[in-house]
């Protein structure tokens, strides 16, 4: 086991470790370590496993509340839905292996967050995705690059959740020049339990058996989270090796073993094998719960020969489990998991050394104190530094165009970043499991039905990433907010949100400042909104050739609404309804849609958020849908109020009549319609109830302006200068996508 090494030099830079590393292993250790457990120590500690450059700036987060029952630090978190049921949910990244890979990068990614959600003891009921692409519609190779990477990450998005049988109810997908190098993938699950039945990734009680369940080992995967932790380069063609190959069949059939397995009580925790594979779901059961642990590894399920105990502790290959069972239950857990043709072998026992001991043909191989590896990873206090940038771009304001809004009007409901996306969700199974109620396409959160509570939930994912470079801060408050709102705008009441932390490179002080602005809005924001952080995934060096991504704060929002309630929709539902403002439009153009598609730049700074503001409007809303006044919701996004009525309009198949108080001949007031005001929601009433919503506005001190009405004589949309047929707007915004992009 303490052969020397020779180049340890070479062996520190292969594993991403540095000489002050090898010192402080050689300090847990008490001695020399051996190349097994170098490579132990390398996942370990990588930025994926540890989150050294990113967990001083996590501290603070807000994390509890009285219906959260599980926060960070599990394999998901999870909150109370009411009659004894919980919704167990987290969003995580796969963007370096989907890169490599689309296919298989993006289809594992979403097998490996829907084993996170089962191993809690849930059963995977929703799907959300959140995709970032470059500049697709080019006519070169990044064109090309990017038209073959979306095709082959919603191909293994839809492959591996539509074989799943788990619906994808909604997502979202943008695209800018700085993903041209690193496309971001970042996949969400959220399952249901019941209280008691919630399981956790622990290792305890000394001479319980370990267990491996699932997939045979192979090599594909070896080195994921060490390669997730790196930036890319003209050499990153030959990490492919290193990108997991998935199987959705067996996980199906993983997923229904463990679901039996939790009802028997057999076990006493259970954890997915993940990042850095067997190495890192031993030592987290074994950590959680302060034991030691032995493993034969020469027991280890494998499918090619020449695996050794340096492949298996690092391989990430699919579709696998780790299992603390009770002892003299074995037998039961096997036959389970033989039923289902799962592999099953017994691979060591829970002990109270405190150390991971590993041995390999009854040698041993590797020892490691198990708290010392934990406590002892590097938490790096990375120089930060405010980008250089930001001192010219958000000086400029928005210019004054020469567009008419009818020429703005076309050019936006055409844009890649609004028009129709169904060639993407179309391909994912939405209705499979019979529960969703409103899904992709219908903007704003998708909803599913409880049935087993008689509840709904509403989801939506959210990162507004032009104003995230414009001002972390204020983005990513913004990021929380809008998740949030969309799902008030179903009717639901925020309770908790995910988040997927999409940065560039650590090393670069300019990003670690980006990083410590964008955790400061998400802590406000969370605080204010009283929406806790209960899971979440920090994804670093997604930076190509010194080229960062903008900082992409992903966030998931989930919301309650109550038994006996009918979600709200988007489409306008009755002609002569009135269309109603709730909030103010000012003047925000600062990284937003219409600043792109006329001027082709991100500059000025993003709209403002008042937290308080936002939180008075869920707070109307929740009032006027008590009331079963409000017939359909959108609220103000990309765009402005000219899209989400346009949205309103076509979702609805209805004409609309508006006139705003912003037709004027000057050029800033001209655009206003298409200003991205925060805060802001379009709703429509009947007539006869104006008169209440205005006083529940004037409680919450929340602005309300009739705009108009739905419906007209000839069925167009107008609003103020813009008038333009139903038919002529279906075709911008439903076929401009493939259109734009070459889609067949």
Same mark, same amino acid.
């Given at each position: 086991?303490?052969?020397?090494?020779?180049?340890?030099?070479?062996?520190?830079?292969?594993?991403?470790?540095?000489?002050?590393?090898?010192?402080?292993?050689?300090?847990?250790?008490?001695?020399?370590?051996?190349?097994?457990?170098?490579?132990?120590?390398?996942?370990?500690?990588?930025?994926?496993?540890?989150?050294?450059?990113?967990?001083?700036?996590? /501290?603070?987060?807000?994390?509890?509340?009285?219906?959260? &029952?599980?926060?960070? $630090?599990?394999?998901? =978190? %999870?909150?109370? @839905? *009411?009659?004894?049921?919980?919704?167990?949910?987290?969003?995580?990244?796969?963007?370096?292996?989907?890169?490599?890979?689309?296919?298989?990068?993006?289809?594992?990614?979403?097998?490996?967050?829907?084993?996170?959600?089962?191993?809690?003891?849930?059963?995977?009921?929703?799907?959300?995705?959140?995709?970032?692409?470059?500049?697709?519609?080019?006519?070169?190779?990044?064109?090309?690059?990017? /038209?073959?990477?979306?095709?082959?990450?919603?191909?293994? &998005?839809?492959?591996? $959740?539509?074989?799943? =049988? %788990?619906?994808? @109810? *909604?997502?979202?997908?943008?695209?800018?020049?700085?993903?041209?190098?690193?496309?971001?993938?970042?996949?969400?699950?959220?399952?249901?339990?019941?209280?008691?039945?919630?399981?956790?990734?622990?290792?305890?009680?000394?001479?319980?058996?370990?267990?491996?369940?699932?997939?045979?080992?192979?090599?594909?995967?070896?080195?994921?989270?060490?390669?997730?932790?790196?930036?890319?380069?003209?050499?990153?063609?030959?990490?492919?090796?290193?990108?997991? &190959?998935?199987?959705?069949?067996?996980?199906?059939?993983?997923?229904?073993?463990?679901?039996?397995?939790?009802?028997?009580?057999?076990?006493?925790?259970?954890?997915?094998?993940?990042?850095?594979?067997?190495?890192?779901?031993?030592?987290?059961?074994?950590?959680?719960?302060?034991?030691?642990?032995?493993?034969?590894?020469?027991?280890?399920?494998?499918?090619?020969?020449?695996?050794?105990?340096?492949?298996?502790?690092?391989?990430?290959?699919?579709?696998?489990?780790?299992?603390?069972?009770?002892k003299g239950f074995e037998k039961e857990v096997m036959e389970i998991?033989?039923?289902?043709?799962?592999?099953?072998?017994?691979?060591?026992?829970?002990?109270?050394?405190?150390?991971?001991?590993?041995?390999?043909?009854?040698?041993?191989?590797?020892?490691?104190?198990?708290?010392?590896?934990?406590?002892?990873?590097?938490?790096?206090?990375?120089?930060?530094?405010?980008?250089?940038?930001?001192?010219?771009?958000?000086?400029?304001?928005?210019?004054r165009n020469t567009f008419s809004q009818q020429e703005i009007f076309?050019?936006?409901?055409?844009?890649?970043?609004?028009?129709?996306?169904?060639?993407?969700?179309?391909?994912?199974?939405?209705?499979?499991?019979?529960?969703?109620?409103?899904?992709?396409?219908?903007?704003?959160?998708?909803?599913?039905?409880?049935?087993?509570?008689?509840?709904?939930?509403?989801?939506?994912?959210?990162?507004?990433?032009?104003?995230?470079?414009?001002?972390?801060?204020?983005?990513?408050?913004?990021?929380?907010?809008?998740?949030?709102?969309?799902?008030?705008?179903?009717?639901?009441?925020?309770?908790?949100?995910?988040?997927?932390?999409?940065?560039?490179?650590?090393?670069?002080?300019?990003?670690?400042?980006?990083?410590?602005?964008?955790?400061?809005?998400?802590?406000?924001?969370?605080?204010?909104?009283?929406?806790?952080?209960?899971?979440?995934?920090?994804?670093?060096?997604?930076?190509?050739?010194?080229?960062?991504?903008?900082?992409?704060?992903?966030?998931?929002?989930?919301?309650?609404?109550?038994?006996?309630?009918?979600?709200?929709?988007?489409?306008?539902?009755?002609?002569?309804?009135?269309?109603?403002?709730?909030?103010?439009?000012?003047?925000?153009?600062?990284?937003?849609?219409?600043?792109?598609?006329?001027?082709?730049?991100?500059?000025?700074?993003?709209?403002?958020?008042?937290?308080?503001?936002?939180?008075?409007?869920?707070?109307?809303?929740?009032?006027?849908?008590?009331?079963?006044?409000?017939?359909?919701?959108?609220?103000?996004?990309?765009?402005?109020?000219?899209?989400?009525?346009?949205?309103?309009?076509?979702?609805?198949?209805?004409?609309?009549?508006?006139?705003?108080?912003?037709?004027?001949?000057?050029?800033?007031?001209?655009?206003?319609?298409?200003?991205?005001?925060?805060?802001?929601?379009?709703?429509?009433?009947?007539?006869?109830?104006?008169?209440?919503?205005?006083?529940?506005?004037?409680?919450?001190?929340?602005?309300?302006?009739?705009?108009?009405?739905?419906?007209?004589?000839?069925?167009?949309?107008?609003?103020?200068?813009?008038?333009?047929?139903?038919?002529?707007?279906?075709?911008?915004?439903?076929?401009?996508?493939?259109?734009?992009?070459?889609?067949?």
């Amino acid at each position: 086991m303490n052969q020397p090494l020779e180049n340890i030099s070479e062996i520190l830079k292969n594993h991403k470790l540095d000489q002050n590393d090898y010192e402080q292993i050689k300090q847990i250790l008490h001695r020399e370590p051996n190349l097994l457990e170098i490579a132990i120590f390398s996942a370990m500690w990588s930025e994926h496993c540890s989150y050294k450059s990113s967990k001083k700036y996590l /501290k603070g987060f807000p994390t509890t509340a009285p219906y959260v &029952i599980v926060g960070p $630090g599990e394999n998901a =978190g %999870v909150i109370d @839905i *009411g009659d004894g049921y919980a919704a167990v949910f987290k969003i995580e990244s796969h963007n370096h292996p989907s890169f490599i890979e689309p296919r298989a990068g993006a289809a594992t990614g979403v097998g490996g967050i829907m084993r996170d959600i089962f191993t809690m003891g849930a059963r995977p009921v929703a799907n959300l995705n959140s995709i970032r692409f470059g500049e697709i519609y080019r006519d070169d190779e990044i064109g090309k690059k990017h /038209k073959y990477l979306l095709r082959g990450v919603v191909d293994g &998005i839809a492959s591996y $959740g539509n074989c799943m =049988g %788990v619906p994808t @109810i *909604g997502g979202e997908t943008s695209f800018e020049a700085c993903y041209n190098g690193n496309i971001l993938v970042n996949a969400f699950t959220l399952g249901i339990v019941k209280n008691e039945e919630i399981f956790y990734g622990r290792a305890e009680g000394i001479g319980n058996p370990v267990i491996y369940v699932g997939s045979k080992t192979g090599a594909d995967g070896l080195g994921g989270a060490v390669m997730s932790s790196d930036s890319f380069n003209e050499d990153s063609k030959s990490l492919r090796p290193t990108v997991q &190959i998935g199987d959705p069949f067996t996980e199906k059939l993983l997923l229904e073993a463990c679901l039996e397995l939790f009802e028997k009580k057999l076990i006493v925790g259970i954890q997915d094998m993940g990042a850095a594979g067997l190495s890192s779901s031993s030592f987290e059961m074994a950590g959680r719960s302060g034991s030691g642990m032995i493993m034969h590894l020469d027991k280890v399920p494998v499918r090619e020969e020449g695996l050794g105990p340096y492949e298996l502790m690092l391989s990430e290959s699919q579709e696998r489990m780790l299992i603390c069972a009770k002892k003299g239950f074995e037998k039961e857990v096997m036959e389970i998991f033989q039923k289902w043709e799962l592999d099953v072998e017994i691979i060591g026992e829970v002990t109270d050394t405190g150390n991971m001991e590993l041995f390999w043909n009854g040698e041993k191989c590797a020892q490691i104190p198990i708290e010392a590896l934990s406590e002892n990873a590097p938490i790096l206090d990375r120089p930060i530094s405010k980008p250089k940038y930001l001192n010219e771009i958000n000086k400029n304001e928005y210019k004054r165009n020469t567009f008419s809004q009818q020429e703005i009007f076309k050019k936006l409901l055409s844009s890649l970043d609004i028009s129709d996306k169904s060639w993407i969700y179309s391909q994912y199974d939405s209705t499979v499991q019979t529960n969703t109620i409103v899904s992709s396409g219908q903007t704003d959160a998708s909803v599913i039905r409880i049935k087993e509570n008689g509840t709904s939930l509403a989801m939506n994912v959210n990162c507004p990433v032009r104003y995230c470079y414009l001002d972390p801060k204020q983005g990513s408050a913004i990021a929380v907010a809008t998740a949030g709102r969309n799902c008030v705008t179903r009717g639901a009441k925020p309770l908790a949100i995910s988040d997927c932390l999409n940065f560039g490179n650590p090393q670069n002080p300019e990003v670690m400042w980006q990083f410590k602005e964008a955790t400061d809005g998400i802590k406000e924001a969370a605080q204010i909104l009283q929406t806790p952080v209960i899971s979440g995934n920090v994804s670093l060096y997604n930076q190509t050739d010194s080229v960062d991504i903008y900082p992409t704060p992903t966030i998931v929002s989930v919301g309650l609404i109550q038994k006996g309630y009918t979600p709200i929709t988007s489409g306008l539902k009755e002609k002569g309804n009135l269309l109603v403002l709730l909030g103010e439009i000012r003047e925000d153009f600062g990284g937003s849609v219409v600043q792109k598609i006329i001027y082709n730049t991100c500059e000025g700074k993003p709209p403002k958020i008042d937290l308080e503001k936002e939180k008075h409007l869920w707070e109307l809303m929740k009032d006027n849908f008590d009331s079963k006044i409000i017939k359909s919701a959108k609220d103000i996004g990309k765009g402005g109020l000219s899209i989400a009525l346009a949205k309103m309009a076509l979702l609805g198949n209805m004409g609309i009549e508006i006139k705003t108080a912003f037709n004027s001949s000057d050029g800033v007031q001209k655009d206003m319609i298409f200003s991205e005001s925060q805060s802001c929601i379009v709703v429509e009433i009947n007539p006869e109830d104006l008169t209440l919503l205005q006083k529940n506005c004037k409680k919450y001190q929340i602005p309300c302006s009739v705009l108009g009405k739905v419906g007209n004589k000839n069925g167009d949309i107008c609003i103020d200068s813009i008038a333009m047929s139903m038919s002529e707007a279906k075709k911008l915004f439903f076929d401009s996508f493939c259109e734009i992009v070459k889609l067949s």
